[in-house]
């Protein structure tokens, strides 16, 4: 099948980013996100749904949380023009798993699987660039000069939200909201889980076999 529309799940520090990059280069379709969603779409007119503000724009620039109506609008919006897509980011919960079901058929749904404490190995050693924003990681993928970007130079700086404490609340968060959302697709006969704590080409080559099989 061309053009499979797909869905990947998993916690912070699954690695949902890097294997969606990667599914978007080799099936040739859209990664879409919400964050990437909203910015193409900020200045949607949202003047109908009675919310605070007609834009999504007005929200962002207020600092203010984007209500899931509207993140739901984005997504529709966004789904609407691609022609297949990976979807990384959402849906966040039960609810818009339930919206994403009136806007698309999905015909692949990858659960990447890594232990709570893999996940806080991962996300307390991850190291970004203050001024590119690439990622590094003090044990997995170390810059050749410590503390500086390969890419720009930058300093590496670890982000507020990557200390210990951070980590562990964000993963709690997880579970209560987002991990009911796996097991509302155990189901679907696209759903297959794929072992996270792979190097990332081993879990690469597990996530080609499932979405070939899946769309063949």
């Not at 969603?37 to 003047?47: V, Y």
């Not at 209500?67 to 609008?73: F, G």
Request: proline letters at 4%; hydrophobic letters at 30%.
């Amino acid at each position: 099948m061309s053009n499979p529309r797909i869905l990947i799940l998993g916690p912070p520090g699954a690695g949902k980013g890097t294997q969606s990059a990667n599914l978007a280069e080799e099936y040739g379709v859209e990664h879409i996100t919400t964050g990437d969603a909203l910015r193409a779409n900020k200045d949607m007119d949202i003047s109908d749904m009675d919310t605070e503000y007609d834009t999504p724009r007005e929200y962002m620039e207020a600092g203010d949380l984007v209500p899931d109506a509207v993140v739901n609008a984005i997504v529709d919006e966004a789904l609407s023009q691609a022609d297949g897509f990976v979807l990384d980011g959402y849906p966040r919960n039960l609810e818009q798993a339930e919206e994403l079901e009136g806007m698309t058929d999905l015909d692949v749904i990858l659960s990447l699987d890594v232990s709570r404490e893999e996940l806080v190995d991962r996300l307390t050693g991850r190291r970004v660039c203050d001024d590119c924003g690439t990622n590094y990681h003090v044990e997995f993928n170390q810059p050749e000069e410590d503390g500086v970007c390969d890419d720009c130079g930058g300093d590496l700086i670890q982000r507020d939200d990557d200390n210990e404490e951070s980590v562990r609340n964000r993963l709690d968060v997880f579970d209560d909201n987002t991990a009911p959302v796996i097991d509302h697709y155990g189901d679907h006969d696209g759903f297959v889980a794929v072992d996270g704590e792979q190097t990332p080409d081993e879990v690469w080559n597990d996530i080609q076999d499932a979405v070939d099989a899946q769309t063949a």
